[in-house]
């Protein structure tokens, strides 16, 4: 048994209770709205030149203290903070930063609760489960913490544990997270706040049973055997139960490194390879993997993309993603007229009055221009945020249209997507590989 570090302290257990959890979501936001408050006044009275820097020092620390109190809290409430930090674009690089220190740097559990979450589950003592099982996790994220293990039989392993109780804390942050957003007052459509926080719970739910992961990692390693250059880890159904899941030990370098220290040339045909897998798993097979955080995405030692954490997977009836290509080649033969109706045949909710083709059209100019624009596209250099908030000013309507409960998953890999290629440079022929993949839909009467 392989004792590795002394694992850094943490609490025993994560809190459950709704209202303990509530409490500590509308504390932390207390404490970060009261100190914004007190440096409004502050920079009433200081130096011109000293403004932006304290500006900087106070949302640091409100990161800090956001990144804190969710990492305590794991589950649902930080996991919706790892959802922010994949995308550059949303927040200041304050809180991007820290909030992405989530999925790496999160506290594990202390070394006897692990043992205790192993033996339970798996019915005998952890020790004669593995030959050898790190106390030091590889990492730690919202719902378990991974280690490496090696198994009687010689085989080196990764084995994600789960948090004790954070089951229990699923419906109580999802309930609490609705309530902050009434609360808050943010401009999502009623109509379908609850279809939101009811897809988000479900998916948490299912990405807490670790038994479902083991059949998604199957059922995936088979489903993209398409893509020679993909690797999907195995499970073992032995060492494997609701709360733990024991699979093959996958190793190599971090998707990002690699892009970002590769010369130009390589960096753009592994992103190329990168978005093109993601754009036929979507609309060829109907699938998704459902967590783009940078983490998930490896390259091994023979240049092969590993793929890791398969508890959120999404599976669409293929009707949905071909509603996305039917407007997409709207938008490629300028027909704004019929945008209108296929948003709506697509699930979009759409406001009778105020809303038009023409404007559907221009607002996608501006949210679909990597698939309009021709020839390589350059992510780094693309101001979505900016041009997109400009416009949702003066067309204010726009808020009002509700995407579809399907769309939740898919914006959250579409947002992941562009966070890794943006941070990396990339420069991707989005529009030659789009127009690749509608002739061959299109040769399959879709």
Same mark, same amino acid.
């Given at each position: ?6 694992a ?11 209202l303990?959890?509530f409490?500590?979501l ?9 100190? @914004?408050?007190? #440096?409004?006044?502050?920079e ?6 000293e403004?932006?820097?304290s ?7 409100s ?15 930080m996991?919706?903070?790892q959802?922010?930090?994949?995308d ?10 820290? +909030?992405?220190?989530? #999925? ?7 070394w ?11 019915g ?5 489960a593995?030959?050898?099982?790190d ?11 991974? @280690?490496?293990?090696?198994t009687?039989?010689? #085989? ?16 109580s942050d ?9 609360m808050a ?11 939101y ?6 998916v948490? @739910?299912?990405?807490?049973?670790? *038994? ?9 390693? #088979? ?14 159904p *032995? ?8 699979? *093959?030990?996958m ?11 590769s010369s ?8 190329t390879? %990168? ?7 979507f @609309? ?19 240049g ?19 509603a996305?290509t039917n407007i ?21 909710v759409?406001p ?10 221009e607002?996608?100019e ?11 596209f ?7 945020e900016?041009?997109?908030?400009a416009?949702?000013?003066d067309n204010?309507? +726009? ?11 898919? %914006? ?8 890794i ?18 002739g061959?839909?299109a040769?399959?009467?879709?």
């Open positions: 048994m392989s004792d590795g570090k002394q850094r302290p943490h609490p025993a257990r994560v809190p459950t209770g709704r303990k959890r409490t500590k509308s504390g932390t936001a207390t404490t970060v709205t009261a100190r @914004h408050a007190f #440096q409004k006044l502050k009433a009275v200081i130096a011109p030149e403004r932006a820097q500006r900087r020092d106070a949302t640091v620390k990161a800090q203290d956001v990144v804190r109190t969710l990492s305590e809290m794991k589950g649902a409430a996991k919706v903070g959802l922010l930090s994949v550059p674009q949303v927040l200041p690089p304050e809180f991007r930063d820290a +909030l992405g220190s989530l #999925q790496k740097n999160a506290p594990p559990m202390p006897e609760l692990v043992e205790q979450v192993v033996t339970g589950a798996l005998t003592p952890l020790a004669e593995y030959a050898e099982f106390r030091e996790p590889l990492g730690a994220a919202s719902i378990g913490q991974v @280690h490496r293990a090696v009687r039989a010689g #085989q080196p392993v990764a084995v994600k544990v789960q948090y004790p109780g954070i089951d229990a804390t699923i419906d999802v309930k609490n997270l609705g309530t902050m957003l009434q007052k943010l401009v999502i459509p009623g109509a379908r706040i609850e279809d926080l009811e897809e988000l719970r479900q948490l @739910h299912r990405e807490a049973d670790y *038994e479902n992961e083991a059949r998604n990692l199957v059922e995936y390693a #088979q489903r993209l055997a398409v893509f020679p250059y993909a690797r999907v880890p195995s499970p073992l *032995e060492l494997t139960r609701k709360s733990v899941l024991t699979m *093959e030990l190793t190599g370098t971090p998707l990002v490194e690699v892009l970002s220290t130009p040339t390589e960096r753009d045909a592994l992103a390879r %990168f978005l093109d897998m993601f754009m036929r798993m @609309h060829e097979l109907n699938l998704l993997h459902a967590d783009p955080h940078p983490g998930n995405f490896l390259m091994d030692g023979d092969r993309l590993v793929l890791l954490d398969f508890g959120c997977v999404k599976t669409f009836d293929p009707s949905f993603p071909d996305f997409m080649r709207a938008q490629w033969r300028g027909e704004a007229d019929g945008l209108l109706d296929l948003y709506r045949r697509a699930g979009f759409v009778a009055r105020g809303v038009d083709g023409d404007l559907l059209y607002w996608q501006i949210v679909l221009e990597p698939f309009i624009h021709k020839g390589p350059d992510f780094a250099a693309w101001k979505l900016a041009r997109a908030l416009f949702l000013r204010l309507v +726009l808020k009002t249209v509700a995407p579809p409960r399907p769309a939740l998953f898919y %914006f959250r890999v579409c947002a992941g997507l562009r966070g290629l943006t941070r990396t440079g990339a420069r991707v022929d989005v529009r030659q590989l789009a127009r690749e993949l509608e061959r839909l040769a399959r009467g879709r």
